[in-house]
């Protein structure tokens, strides 16, 4: 690390994995089964590390160990290249046993997406290897608000070139996965004025991650600031992403795809925990004349509509994985990539609601002991409310809506 670090950076660098330790996942089933081993080791803990907002780095040692993050690299670069209906499958495991744990790899296949994308034959043999090795990659996200910043895509970092060579200055926040990556990518601005993503190594001098994150939900992603203090930037390590938005791509439905995803593995969390409380501790309601809570009616009914906006929700999530499958087995145009942005959009809205009503509904279904701070079932609701403010779901209601009415094709970028 350089020694010009900023107050607060947190100097601990991730252990890079044993390569013989990394699984080879080579199938969809292996990928699923890989997804649930390493959410029943992280399951456990999930209460305590939100309680105590304890960082999950041994957990991800161990994610990377499973060989998960491999499995949308292409096969001719020896990963699984699973369906996306899988990809989303696997979040949905892990972040039913720990959302935030399980949301730290998001950007991981995000930035994997648009190397997919854009990259040249030589980034992409050199960048997957790194990958195939166990290596994590992270994001420095969008930058706060300011003048300079009045949207979540513009912003002051920039990448110079200088008399000796590329540097890179900013600061940028939200950076969920930074912390523990080995390779912190983060969307620059070039001497040209084009969006460019820049593939920073974590060991890079005048890099500073700064453990500053402090929602109430999602507590323990990290997803605090960097710092780009005249990084020195090696030129095999930028992408133009500014390609991506004069051409049909699949890069925003598939980063969106996963935090559909990420919501409704914390719904269906919520709806677990929900029905063991009732089963296991509820007391029946004094005027109900029942010697158990499973017996209230009305606590039946409830239970039976939060398990069928459950059901709707995952399986348009996965008939939007098989949508997007479908999409990308044949070439691109601007139709086809719309129709991937608007079916995402609806798994999104349902995914979106069902994690709200679930957190919320378990007190009311459980009652008020369900709200004693020794259960922590409350980390369902903060999660939910912190991750689905991720990008507001009225604009997807909005974009489903105009490309049915108005045949208004969605704008290109990671949020659609």
């Known amino acids: 690390m350089s020694t010009r670090t900023v107050a607060g950076a ?31 080791q992280f399951a456990p803990g999930a209460a ?19 060989g998960l993050g491999t499995v ?37 296949f995000g930035v994997l997406g648009v190397l997919r994308e854009i990259g040249t034959p030589a980034q992409k043999l050199r960048l997957y290897n790194e990958v195939m090795v166990g290596r994590r990659l992270g994001n420095a996200g969008p930058e706060r608000r300011s ?6 895509l513009q912003g002051t970092t920039r990448l110079r070139t200088t008399p000796d060579g590329l540097r890179l200055d900013g600061r940028r926040f939200y950076s969920t996965g930074a912390l523990f990556a080995h390779r912190v990518p983060t969307r620059a601005t070039d001497d040209e004025g084009r969006a460019v993503q820049v593939w920073v190594p974590r060991d890079a001098p005048g890099l500073s991650l700064i453990d500053d994150w402090s929602s109430f939900g999602q507590r323990t992603t990290a997803s605090g600031s960097v710092v780009f203090d005249n990084v020195a ?3 095999q390590d930028v992408l133009p992403i500014w390609q991506l938005a004069d051409r049909p791509g699949l890069y925003g439905p598939i980063s969106q795809l996963i935090q559909a995803a990420i919501d409704q593995g914390i719904a269906e969390a919520a709806v677990a925990d929900a029905i063991a409380f009732v089963r296991e501790r509820a007391r029946p309601w004094i005027d109900s004349g029942l010697e158990h809570a499973v017996d209230d009616p009305y606590i039946i009914a409830d239970v039976g509509r939060l398990q069928i906006d459950l059901h709707a929700a995952r399986e348009v999530l996965l008939e939007t994985g098989h949508t997007l499958d479908a999409i990308a087995s044949s070439p691109l145009d601007a139709e086809s990539s719309a129709r991937a942005s608007v079916a995402v959009a609806e798994a999104k809205v349902l995914t979106t609601r069902i994690a709200l009503e679930a957190s919320e509904k378990l007190f009311e279904l459980a009652g008020s002991s369900a709200t004693r701070a020794a259960h ?5 609701w903060r999660n939910a409310r912190t991750h689905t403010l991720h990008d507001p779901v009225r604009w997807k209601s909005h974009l489903i809506g105009n490309y049915h009415l108005n045949d208004v094709l969605p704008t290109r970028h990671s949020w659609n």
């Open 72 to 108: 949308t690299v292409p096969r001719e670069y020896g990963g699984a290249d699973v369906s996306l209906a899988t990809l989303a499958e696997v979040f949905v495991i892990l972040c039913a046993a720990d959302p935030a744990l399980g949301q730290i790899p998001q950007n991981h």
């Open 10 to 40: 947190e100097l601990r660098l991730p252990n890079l994995p044993d390569p013989e330790r990394v699984q080879r996942i080579s199938s969809d089933a292996q990928a699923l089964d890989a997804a649930r081993r390493v959410a029943d």
């Open 376 to 380: 922590n079932l409350d980390r369902h």
């Open 48 to 66: 305590s590390r939100d309680r105590e907002r304890l960082l999950p780095w041994a957990e991800l040692d161990l994610w990377s160990e499973s």
């Open 147 to 152: 003048a300079e910043s009045s949207t979540i």
């Open 233 to 235: 930037i090696d030129p």
